[in-house]
């Protein structure tokens, strides 16, 4: 019997990231966009050949913590599911989100509302008042506030650490596990306990086998974040040189 197969795939920094992360400038293809139309996440020639060997022998589920508009502006032509918003929403292969998920990630959000508008309105006065290069916002999708990210700007990535060390690490340390804080480079999300990829993973997986039979999934991503979405899938693939890598295969490599 034939299985069929699903790859649920991380997007940024596993399949295309900024110019400056880029390892060359050689070879790159643009692959997304800012709003304004400018490219911003470009693919090497390797992530081209990896995406068309899953393209050509898998059905691919972007699995993101981008939010619709941002998916949008990713020039790769996803034809089925798609997870977004670290699993807040799943849109079905018309574009439409999934209802029963949706529903219940709207009641979940109800509870966080509250607590994150307070965290949001404390970090707005911490960098005012140390008159800090961040900008902070609740992220929101068709209409449901789901987490929380602050960003450094102007090259200012101290701002950051001082922000989640100082304010953010504690106040989540006080609330755990009801929140937990990731950090990516210049990103810092503060995600509610019931917000995640791996919950959308394998609610999918779930869904699918009653439709489609049993499945063959493998999990591709980068980030601490993304471990507990692959470890849902029977196979996992991560970038050399990644988040993900640096804390499991890294310690694998021989080095005589």
């Known amino acids: 019997m034939s299985l069929h197969r699903l790859v649920f795939l991380d997007l940024d920094d596993t399949l295309f990231q900024s110019r400056r992360k880029c390892p060359s400038a050689g070879g790159l293809r643009p692959a997304a966009y800012l709003a304004d139309g400018r490219a911003h996440s470009f693919m090497t020639a390797r992530q081209r050949s990896l995406w068309q060997l899953l393209d050509d022998q898998a059905t691919l589920i972007p699995t993101t913590a981008r939010d619709h508009d941002a998916l949008c502006r990713v020039d790769l032509p ?7 918003d670290y699993g807040g929403v799943i849109l079905d292969p018309e ?3 999934d209802g029963a998920w949706l529903a219940r990630m709207a009641a979940h959000a109800h509870d966080s509302l509250d607590e994150l508008n307070t965290l949001l309105d404390r970090i707005l006065t911490f960098v005012a008042q140390e008159r800090l290069a961040l900008q902070a916002r609740l992220i929101a999708d068709f ?3 789901f987490y929380l990210v602050a960003k450094y700007r102007e090259g200012r990535s101290a701002d950051l650490e001082r922000l989640q060390g100082e304010l953010i690490a504690p106040w989540v340390a006080e ?6 804080l ?6 810092l999300a503060v995600l509610p306990a019931w917000l995640g990829k791996e919950w959308a993973v394998r609610y999918l997986i779930t869904r ?11 999990g591709v991503g980068d980030s601490l974040s993304d471990g507990s979405f692959m470890a849902e899938c029977d196979y996992a693939i991560l970038p050399r040189g990644s988040q993900l890598f640096a804390t499991t295969l890294a310690n694998l490599v021989r080095r005589d």
Not at 175 to 180: A, D, F, K, L, S
Not at 208 to 218: A, K, N, S
């Open 175 to 180: 609330r755990r596990p009801g929140y937990r």
């Open 95 to 97: 574009g439409h989100p």
């Open 208 to 218: 699918l086998e009653r439709d489609w039979g049993e499945l063959l999934t493998i």
């Open 78 to 84: 996803f034809r089925s599911w798609r997870i977004l």
């Open 182 to 187: 990731h950090r990516n480079d210049n990103n």
């Open 143 to 145: 209409g449901i506030h």
